[in-house]
């Protein structure tokens, strides 16, 4: 539903396509290329939706032959811009196909958005955010992030028809798989780069704080060919009890807070994580081809594993701990450096150099 609040250059105007989907003819963009429309509500259901950005007739795969956009007589846009104002998240349970040439879809929505089932099909790029936009002139500049969530559920997310997807929100929580080709995730509260997509400064947060800037269910994950995720707000760290799969590598994790791996983090090539703590719980595993972890203190739990096919390194400021059943391997070179180590009952094996440099080291079998 457009709002009808917003100005005429700003209503799209929502019609439906021969089969009865909804089909939305987006408004003229700007010179930058940015297509900018406004919605009381942007919910899309399981028939799906099409974004008409075509000039002329155009065959889509969700609607068949669907006719031209009035509103491009200068041409098609970059950027699909769906502005949500709302009290209400946005609700995505179908796919969102862009008609005739191919855009970067952005939703928009500070009141959070919950997909469920969601694709995109002839997009370039997929951004789902809970910032306000902010432009300069007719150009997207950056996304003000200062509350919302993104949820994906049941059905969940596949985004890997486009290039590129990005999940800017202050909390994000996957309870199912969300699939992409390069994944990048910012969370916390912050000013966002509309381009690079990355944070450039805090953003004053309103509303109660979330408990995880990344909070990953058992049943949940991510599967792209890159990823990065980058946690930025004080205390706020990553609950991963699924799966983060880098399939293509890397797989780079920022987080100002803990992070606490039940599940399984996995990268083709490169896995850096850079946190305050990192806890890798029982049972659980870290492994890529190269293998970093940088933080305060590292927790290997009984029967977990930290592995790289390649080097591996671990800089913990003030402790390593590896338990009972433990394994910390390494396929080439291993560096440990910490002012207190712990190997109790556990294993460390590097296949190339071990460097192994603290203050105390307990080396036990208990």
Same mark, same amino acid.
């Given at each position: 539903?457009?709002?009808?609040?917003?100005?005429?250059?700003?209503?799209?105007?929502?019609?439906?396509?021969?089969?009865?989907?909804?089909?939305?003819?987006?408004?003229?963009?700007?010179?930058?290329?940015?297509? *900018?429309?406004?919605?009381?509500?942007?919910?899309?259901?399981?028939?799906?939706?099409?974004?008409?950005?075509?000039?002329?007739?155009?065959?889509?795969?969700?609607?068949?032959?669907?006719?031209?956009?009035?509103?491009?007589?200068?041409?098609?846009?970059? %950027? !699909?811009?769906?502005?949500? /104002?709302?009290?209400?998240?946005?609700?995505?349970?179908?796919?969102?196909?862009?008609?005739?040439?191919?855009?970067?879809?952005?939703?928009?929505?500070?009141?959070? !958005?919950?997909?469920?089932?969601?694709?995109?099909?002839?997009?370039?790029?997929?951004?789902?955010?809970?910032?306000?936009?902010?432009?300069?002139?007719?150009a997207l500049d950056a996304y003000l992030v200062?509350?919302?969530?993104?949820?994906?559920?049941?059905?969940?997310?596949?985004? *890997?028809?486009?290039?590129?997807?990005?999940?800017?929100?202050?909390?994000?929580?996957?309870?199912?798989?969300?699939?992409?080709? *390069?994944?990048?995730?910012?969370?916390?509260? /912050?000013?966002?780069?509309?381009?690079?997509? $990355?944070?450039?400064?805090?953003?004053?947060?309103?509303?109660?704080?979330?408990?995880?800037?990344?909070?990953?269910?058992?049943?949940?994950?991510?599967?792209?060919?890159?990823?990065?995720? %980058?946690?930025?707000?004080?205390?706020?760290?990553?609950?991963?009890?699924?799966? %983060?799969?880098?399939?293509?590598?890397?797989?780079?994790?920022?987080?100002?807070?803990?992070?606490?791996?039940?599940?399984?983090?996995?990268?083709?090539?490169?896995?850096?994580?850079?946190?305050?703590?990192?806890? /890798?719980?029982?049972?659980?595993?870290?492994?890529?081809?190269?293998?970093?972890?940088?933080?305060?203190?590292?927790? /290997?739990?009984?029967?977990?594993?930290?592995?790289?096919?390649?080097?591996?390194?671990?800089?913990?400021?003030?402790?390593?701990?590896?338990?009972?059943?433990?394994?910390?391997?390494?396929?080439?070179?291993?560096?440990?450096?910490?002012?207190? !180590?712990?190997?109790?009952?556990?294993?460390?094996?590097?296949?190339?150099?071990?460097?192994?440099?603290?203050?105390? $080291? %307990?080396?036990?079998?208990?």
């Open positions: 539903m457009a709002d009808p609040n917003a100005p005429g250059r700003q209503r799209p105007t929502v019609l439906s396509a021969g089969n009865g989907v909804a089909l939305v003819n987006i408004q003229t963009p700007s010179a930058a290329g940015v297509s *900018r429309n406004s919605y009381r509500q942007f919910d899309v259901g399981a028939p799906g939706a099409i974004l008409n950005n075509s000039r002329g007739e155009a065959q889509t795969q969700l609607g068949g032959w669907v006719g031209g956009n009035p509103w491009l007589a200068t041409g098609g846009a970059r %950027i !699909i811009l769906n502005e949500v /104002n709302s009290s209400d998240p946005s609700r995505l349970k179908g796919p969102i196909e862009v008609a005739g040439q191919r855009a970067e879809v952005v939703i928009a929505n500070p009141s959070g !958005i919950q997909v469920d089932g969601a694709a995109f099909l002839n997009a370039s790029g997929v951004t789902l955010t809970t910032g306000t936009p902010v432009f300069n002139g007719g200062q509350r919302g969530q993104v949820s994906v559920e049941g059905a969940g997310l596949d985004t *890997r028809d486009a290039d590129a997807t990005a999940i800017l929100a202050r909390a994000t929580q996957l309870n199912a798989a969300l699939w992409a080709q *390069r994944l990048k995730l910012v969370s916390g509260a /912050n000013t966002v780069d509309a381009a690079s997509q $990355l944070p450039t400064g805090a953003a004053p947060p309103t509303g109660d704080a979330p408990a995880f800037a990344l909070d990953v269910a058992a049943v949940g994950g991510m599967y792209a060919g890159q990823i990065q995720l %980058i946690g930025t707000e004080a205390g706020l760290g990553v609950n991963n009890q699924g799966v %983060i799969s880098a399939e293509g590598g890397p797989l780079q994790l920022r987080a100002d807070g803990w992070l606490v791996n039940a599940g399984r983090l996995q990268s083709e090539g490169e896995l850096q994580v850079q946190a305050k703590g990192v806890d /890798n719980a029982a049972g659980a595993v870290i492994v890529g081809e190269r293998v970093g972890l940088s933080a305060e203190a590292v927790t /290997n739990g009984e029967g977990a594993v930290i592995a790289a096919r390649g080097d591996l390194s671990i800089q913990a400021r003030e402790s390593i701990s590896n338990r009972r059943g433990g394994l910390i391997l390494s396929g080439a070179d291993m560096a440990l450096a910490a002012d207190r !180590i712990e190997n109790r009952s556990a294993r460390i094996e590097a296949l190339g150099e071990l460097d192994v440099k603290a203050r105390v $080291l %307990i080396n036990a079998n208990e």
